[in-house]
């Protein structure tokens, strides 16, 4: 079955920069979209930036100029790179991503979700 796994979370400093990484593996027949979501504590979980299926972009307003987004379609991972980050961006990240498998079943997907915290 596929899974998505995400890394990179960690403490960083207001103003500081931070990598995060997706990655898809299993029985993957295509990516429809794939994107970062983000939710901090009493928060809704919110869209942060991710592809669609025409490779377009989208970034939440929040993010828009720090975070850019990226791709390695080789190796079914996605990138998320912060910069200039503020300790509002504090949240556990989540990777999400619709999948259709070998079998042709489609399905939304998430991963476990890693941890961003920054200080001021």
């Known amino acids: 079955q596929v899974q998505l796994v995400e890394s990179g979370g960690t403490l960083v400093q207001a103003g500081g920069s931070l990598r995060l990484s997706c990655t898809a593996s299993g029985s993957i027949r295509s990516i429809n979209a794939m994107g970062w979501y983000r939710q901090a504590p009493g928060k809704q979980r919110e869209r942060v930036a991710g592809?669609?299926?025409?490779?377009?972009?989208n970034y939440a307003d929040s993010v828009k100029g720090r975070f850019t987004i990226a791709r390695e379609n080789a190796k079914n991972t996605m990138y998320l790179q912060m910069n200039s980050l503020k300790p509002e961006d504090t949240a556990v990240y989540y990777c999400?991503?619709?999948?259709?498998?070998?079998?042709?079943?489609?399905?939304?997907?998430w991963g476990q979700g890693t941890q961003v915290t920054v200080s001021s």
């Open positions: 592809f669609t299926g025409d490779g377009s972009t």
């Open positions: 999400s991503a619709v999948i259709e498998t070998s079998t042709r079943i489609t399905r939304p997907y």
